[in-house]
Protein backbone atom coordinates (compact mmCIF):
# COMPACT_ATOMS: atom_id res chain seq x y z
CA UNK A 1 0.00 0.00 0.00
CA UNK A 2 1.37 2.87 -1.28
CA UNK A 3 1.02 6.13 1.91
CA UNK A 4 0.34 9.61 -0.37
CA UNK A 5 2.43 12.06 1.17
CA UNK A 6 0.68 15.42 1.40
CA UNK A 7 2.59 18.37 0.06
CA UNK A 8 4.42 20.68 2.14
CA UNK A 9 4.28 24.44 2.18
CA UNK A 10 7.57 24.93 0.57
CA UNK A 11 6.33 22.71 -2.36
CA UNK A 12 3.44 24.30 -2.60
CA UNK A 13 5.23 28.08 -3.22
CA UNK A 14 7.39 26.27 -5.70
CA UNK A 15 4.67 24.87 -7.61
CA UNK A 16 3.05 28.26 -7.68
CA UNK A 17 5.63 30.93 -7.96
CA UNK A 18 3.80 33.39 -10.15
CA UNK A 19 1.10 33.64 -7.01
CA UNK A 20 3.61 33.49 -4.79
CA UNK A 21 5.28 36.93 -5.98
CA UNK A 22 1.44 38.29 -6.29
CA UNK A 23 0.91 37.46 -2.46
CA UNK A 24 4.35 39.19 -1.63
CA UNK A 25 3.29 41.84 -3.18
CA UNK A 26 0.18 42.12 -1.26
CA UNK A 27 1.94 41.14 2.11
CA UNK A 28 4.15 44.49 1.21
CA UNK A 29 1.42 46.77 0.82
CA UNK A 30 -0.21 45.56 4.63
CA UNK A 31 3.02 45.28 6.07
CA UNK A 32 3.67 49.12 4.80
CA UNK A 33 0.43 49.63 6.48
CA UNK A 34 0.93 48.18 9.67
CA UNK A 35 4.60 49.65 10.10
CA UNK A 36 3.51 53.18 8.43
CA UNK A 37 0.60 53.46 11.12
CA UNK A 38 3.06 52.29 14.00
CA UNK A 39 6.16 54.50 13.05
CA UNK A 40 3.37 57.59 12.34
CA UNK A 41 2.59 57.02 15.98
CA UNK A 42 6.12 56.54 17.43
CA UNK A 43 7.25 59.47 15.80
CA UNK A 44 4.30 61.51 17.18
CA UNK A 45 4.72 60.50 20.61
CA UNK A 46 8.54 61.51 20.63
CA UNK A 47 8.25 64.61 19.01
CA UNK A 48 5.20 65.12 21.79
CA UNK A 49 8.10 63.74 24.40
CA UNK A 50 10.60 66.39 23.07
CA UNK A 51 8.41 69.39 23.43
CA UNK A 52 7.31 68.38 26.91
CA UNK A 53 10.95 67.70 28.09
CA UNK A 54 11.84 71.34 26.07
CA UNK A 55 9.15 72.67 28.35
CA UNK A 56 10.35 71.23 31.55
CA UNK A 57 14.08 72.97 30.90
CA UNK A 58 12.64 76.08 30.13
CA UNK A 59 10.60 75.95 33.75
CA UNK A 60 13.54 74.38 35.31
CA UNK A 61 15.79 77.54 34.39
CA UNK A 62 13.29 79.95 35.85
CA UNK A 63 12.71 78.31 38.80
CA UNK A 64 13.61 77.42 41.91
CA UNK A 65 16.65 74.67 42.44
CA UNK A 66 14.09 71.86 43.86
CA UNK A 67 12.33 71.60 40.91
CA UNK A 68 15.74 70.68 38.75
CA UNK A 69 16.48 67.73 42.04
CA UNK A 70 12.89 66.91 41.08
CA UNK A 71 13.76 66.47 37.15
CA UNK A 72 16.70 64.19 38.30
CA UNK A 73 14.47 62.12 40.17
CA UNK A 74 12.28 61.14 37.05
CA UNK A 75 15.39 60.67 35.05
CA UNK A 76 16.49 58.17 37.48
CA UNK A 77 12.87 56.83 37.50
CA UNK A 78 13.02 56.34 33.81
CA UNK A 79 16.41 54.51 34.01
CA UNK A 80 14.72 52.08 35.67
CA UNK A 81 12.23 51.91 33.46
CA UNK A 82 14.22 51.10 30.89
CA UNK A 83 16.59 48.74 32.37
CA UNK A 84 13.25 46.59 33.52
CA UNK A 85 11.81 46.57 30.49
CA UNK A 86 15.69 45.49 29.32
CA UNK A 87 15.51 42.71 31.88
CA UNK A 88 11.91 41.43 30.64
CA UNK A 89 12.88 41.49 27.01
CA UNK A 90 16.68 41.44 26.38
CA UNK A 91 16.12 41.26 22.41
CA UNK A 92 14.73 44.96 22.55
CA UNK A 93 18.46 45.94 23.79
CA UNK A 94 20.07 48.57 22.02
CA UNK A 95 19.51 49.87 18.06
CA UNK A 96 17.78 46.59 17.60
CA UNK A 97 19.45 45.88 13.83
CA UNK A 98 21.84 43.36 14.83
CA UNK A 99 18.28 41.38 16.42
CA UNK A 100 16.77 41.58 13.32
CA UNK A 101 19.99 40.33 11.07
CA UNK A 102 20.02 37.53 13.61
CA UNK A 103 16.70 36.91 13.68
CA UNK A 104 16.50 36.82 9.38
CA UNK A 105 20.21 34.81 9.26
CA UNK A 106 17.99 32.18 11.88
CA UNK A 107 20.56 32.68 14.43
CA UNK A 108 18.12 34.41 16.89
CA UNK A 109 14.22 34.53 18.09
CA UNK A 110 12.15 37.57 18.38
CA UNK A 111 9.05 37.49 20.50
CA UNK A 112 7.41 40.27 17.83
CA UNK A 113 4.88 41.23 20.12
CA UNK A 114 6.51 41.81 23.04
CA UNK A 115 9.38 43.75 21.35
CA UNK A 116 7.24 45.99 19.79
CA UNK A 117 5.56 46.72 22.97
CA UNK A 118 8.67 47.29 24.73
CA UNK A 119 10.76 49.22 22.07
CA UNK A 120 8.55 51.27 21.43
CA UNK A 121 7.58 52.52 24.98
CA UNK A 122 11.35 52.23 25.33
CA UNK A 123 12.33 54.22 22.40
CA UNK A 124 9.73 56.90 23.23
CA UNK A 125 11.34 57.26 27.21
CA UNK A 126 14.65 57.08 26.30
CA UNK A 127 14.51 59.54 23.57
CA UNK A 128 11.86 61.92 24.77
CA UNK A 129 14.26 62.02 28.46
CA UNK A 130 17.04 63.01 25.91
CA UNK A 131 19.28 60.63 25.93
CA UNK A 132 21.75 60.53 22.81
CA UNK A 133 19.84 58.08 20.57
CA UNK A 134 18.39 58.35 17.54
CA UNK A 135 14.71 56.68 15.78
CA UNK A 136 16.03 54.54 13.14
CA UNK A 137 17.28 51.60 15.01
CA UNK A 138 13.97 51.19 16.67
CA UNK A 139 12.00 51.87 13.71
CA UNK A 140 13.93 49.04 11.59
CA UNK A 141 13.04 46.99 14.57
CA UNK A 142 9.55 47.82 14.88
CA UNK A 143 9.10 47.62 11.31
CA UNK A 144 10.60 43.98 10.94
CA UNK A 145 8.98 42.01 13.88
CA UNK A 146 6.11 43.73 12.90
CA UNK A 147 7.01 41.49 9.25
CA UNK A 148 7.19 38.69 11.22
CA UNK A 149 4.21 38.92 13.57
CA UNK A 150 2.10 38.81 9.87
CA UNK A 151 4.20 35.72 9.06
CA UNK A 152 3.52 34.24 12.58
CA UNK A 153 -0.47 35.15 12.57
CA UNK A 154 -1.16 33.66 8.70
CA UNK A 155 0.93 31.02 9.20
CA UNK A 156 4.21 31.48 6.41
CA UNK A 157 7.16 29.57 6.38
CA UNK A 158 10.40 30.24 7.40
CA UNK A 159 11.60 31.19 3.75
CA UNK A 160 8.57 33.74 3.41
CA UNK A 161 9.11 34.88 7.03
CA UNK A 162 12.38 36.15 6.35
CA UNK A 163 11.40 37.78 3.08
CA UNK A 164 8.47 39.70 5.24
CA UNK A 165 10.90 40.34 8.16
CA UNK A 166 13.54 42.47 5.80
CA UNK A 167 10.30 44.29 4.12
CA UNK A 168 9.14 45.42 7.32
CA UNK A 169 12.53 46.55 8.29
CA UNK A 170 12.69 48.32 4.61
CA UNK A 171 9.10 49.60 5.81
CA UNK A 172 10.37 51.12 9.18
CA UNK A 173 13.30 53.13 8.01
CA UNK A 174 11.01 54.86 5.13
CA UNK A 175 8.32 55.79 7.45
CA UNK A 176 11.66 56.79 10.36
CA UNK A 177 12.79 59.31 7.57
CA UNK A 178 10.78 59.47 4.94
CA UNK A 179 13.10 57.44 2.84
CA UNK A 180 11.92 54.68 0.66
CA UNK A 181 15.07 54.06 -1.25
CA UNK A 182 17.19 54.24 1.40
CA UNK A 183 15.06 51.80 3.39
CA UNK A 184 15.18 49.26 0.41
CA UNK A 185 18.82 49.70 0.02
CA UNK A 186 19.64 49.06 3.55
CA UNK A 187 17.06 46.14 4.18
CA UNK A 188 18.51 44.87 1.29
CA UNK A 189 21.84 45.39 1.59
CA UNK A 190 22.83 45.08 5.14
CA UNK A 191 19.71 42.48 6.54
CA UNK A 192 19.20 40.16 3.77
CA UNK A 193 22.31 40.27 1.98
CA UNK A 194 20.58 39.43 -1.30
CA UNK A 195 18.73 41.31 -4.06
CA UNK A 196 16.59 38.89 -5.72
CA UNK A 197 13.39 40.12 -7.39
CA UNK A 198 11.77 37.94 -4.54
CA UNK A 199 12.72 40.05 -1.47
CA UNK A 200 12.96 43.04 -3.88
CA UNK A 201 8.96 43.12 -4.65
CA UNK A 202 7.64 42.71 -1.02
CA UNK A 203 10.63 45.67 0.07
CA UNK A 204 9.77 48.40 -2.08
CA UNK A 205 6.08 47.72 -1.96
CA UNK A 206 5.88 47.95 1.84
CA UNK A 207 8.38 51.20 2.00
CA UNK A 208 6.77 52.96 -0.86
CA UNK A 209 3.79 52.24 0.86
CA UNK A 210 5.08 53.48 4.69
CA UNK A 211 6.44 56.12 3.18
CA UNK A 212 3.01 57.50 1.71
CA UNK A 213 1.36 57.20 4.57
CA UNK A 214 3.75 59.00 6.68
CA UNK A 215 3.91 61.77 3.85
CA UNK A 216 0.37 61.95 4.22
CA UNK A 217 0.36 62.70 8.19
CA UNK A 218 3.46 64.46 8.64
CA UNK A 219 3.56 66.64 5.04
CA UNK A 220 6.31 66.71 2.72
CA UNK A 221 8.36 68.54 4.78
CA UNK A 222 12.18 67.45 4.57
CA UNK A 223 13.65 65.66 8.01
CA UNK A 224 16.85 67.49 7.81
CA UNK A 225 16.19 70.55 6.09
CA UNK A 226 19.65 72.25 4.95
CA UNK A 227 18.79 75.98 3.66
CA UNK A 228 20.92 79.08 3.63
CA UNK A 229 24.02 77.10 2.91
CA UNK A 230 27.23 79.00 2.18
CA UNK A 231 28.87 78.78 -1.25
CA UNK A 232 32.82 78.89 -0.93
CA UNK A 233 34.94 80.12 -3.86
CA UNK A 234 36.72 77.90 -6.34
CA UNK A 235 39.94 78.78 -5.11
CA UNK A 236 39.30 76.85 -1.78
Known sequence: MQLQKRPTKIYHVLT???????????????????????????????????????????????????????????????????????????????????????????????????????????????????????????SIQLGATLGQGLSRLAGRTRMEERYLLTSGASAGLAAAFNAPLAGVIFSLEELHKNFSPVVLIPAVTAALTADAMTQYFFGHIPIFNFTGLPVFPLRY
Open 16 to 138: HWQNFRLRLFGEGIVIGVVAGLTIILFRYSIEQAELLRTAIFIHLHAEAWPFTVLWFLCLLGISYILGLIVRIEPMSAGSGIPQVRGTILGLMKMNWLRIVLSKFLGGVLAIGAGLSLGREGP
